[in-house]
């Protein structure tokens, strides 16, 4: 039954904005005061008050109603239709039945539907707000200057409190978690479709490896930090004739080594350092708290491994070796030393790594120079 009721409640209702929160809040206090007016209708119907059934007959029919038009993708009129009969409701029973039944609170109902039931200016819902405030205005001083056409009595007015109050409640209760679990979906979404940006500006879209950005945000911050004891280097590292891949097998050839070797770099730093995307067939190995000897070490035994990885590719095996030249940075931070100044002295790295990488190439290749 509870799981027919909540389909029923999400029927026709698709996405997340605002019109499909009006569905939602229009649909479940509808059915909240249906339930609250059959309840009046039974009532006045054992007490043989025909204006009394027929006016929660007419409320009754008007939260059916604007429950309906969600379904038709009016929420607007919907929630017209809706606020409407619950004014209209008040009116009928301060001046019919007296201030005491409670029935005028519904206006705080009202004020949240003003909030959170529209996209609206300000200054509309301001005017609205005027609008609900003169309403309360007028039955207050309705009630001070005319007796009621039917009062109640003081045991009935008790009842009436508590089951306006319990109705009041609960709908008051239902806006509000709607909203606030629709701002708690909306925000999460944002944060993690933020994340989602940063992470593909910061990466590299084939390998997913991080790229020039992401690499010296980070090498700046660690060596403003001075926690590097060790030292910093970096190392470039190029594929050796992998322009004949290229052109031997395909670009997509060329794709797939790229992406293999990402793999297996982004592996083997772990707890070394980064492995970065520079441009083309060149990566960047940033070895964070590593001096040149450690830092030359690892990257031979890098070169071992890129020797034996073998790359399927259409009925082909594929191999490549690397050629990579290492250099250190001055990791030393002065109290005046700012981030282009570490910028400064991480690009000379890198470009020293890099002469050391056509070194390699020009003595054959295959080989780490340090």
């Given amino acids: 039954m509870y799981e027919k009721l909540i389909t029923f409640i999400k029927k026709d209702v698709t996405g997340e904005n605002e019109s499909n929160r009006v569905s939602y809040i229009v649909r479940i206090n509808g059915f909240i005061m249906s339930l609250y007016f059959f309840i009046w209708m039974l009532g006045f119907g054992i007490n043989n008050s025909v204006l009394g ?37 008040m009116v009928l029973f301060v001046i019919r039945w007296g201030w005491d039944g409670g029935v005028q609170h519904y206006l705080f109902v009202m004020l949240l539907l003003v909030f959170v039931g529209t996209y609206a200016s300000t200054r509309i819902k301001l005017v609205e707000c005027v609008v609900l405030y003169g309403i309360r205005l007028f039955l207050f001083m309705w009630h001070l200057n005319h007796e009621a056409i039917e009062p109640l009595s003081k045991e009935v007015s008790i009842v009436i409190q508590n089951i306006n109050m319990i109705a009041i409640y609960i709908s008051m209760i239902v806006i509000l978690f709607i909203f606030t679990n629709d701002k708690m979906v909306t ?42 004891t060790n030292g910093v280097c970096v190392a470039i590292g190029d594929i050796d004739f992998f322009k004949k891949v290229n052109d031997t097998y395909g670009h997509e050839a060329g794709d797939e080594v790229l992406k293999t070797l990402a793999k297996r770099f982004n592996i083997f730093m772990q707890n070394k350092g980064i492995a970065a995307r ?51 940075i001055n990791a030393f931070v002065y109290k005046d030393t700012d981030s282009e100044d570490i910028e400064n002295r991480i690009y000379e790295a890198i470009s020293a790594a890099d002469k050391k990488l056509y070194i390699g190439k020009q003595n054959g290749r295959n080989t780490l120079i340090v």
């Fill in 278 to 328: 520079w441009g083309g067939e060149e990566f960047l190995f940033v070895f964070l708290d590593d001096n040149l000897d450690d830092a030359a070490l690892h990257l031979e035994n890098l070169l071992t491994q890129v020797r034996g990885i073998v790359i399927p590719y259409n009925n082909q095996l594929l191999k490549v070796t690397m050629t990579i030249g290492v250099s250190d």
């Fill in 53 to 89: 059934f027929s006016a929660c007959a007419l409320c009754f029919a008007i939260n059916v109603l604007a429950s309906y038009f969600t379904y038709q993708n009016k929420n607007a009129t919907a929630l017209t239709i809706y606020a409407g009969g619950i004014i209209m409701w």
């Fill in 187 to 228: 925000e999460a979404k944002l944060a993690s479709y933020n994340r989602e940006l940063k992470f593909k500006s910061q990466s590299d879209t084939l390998t997913g490896l991080p790229n020039r950005s992401a690499v010296m945000e980070t090498l700046t911050d660690t060596l403003l930090s001075g926690k590097s």
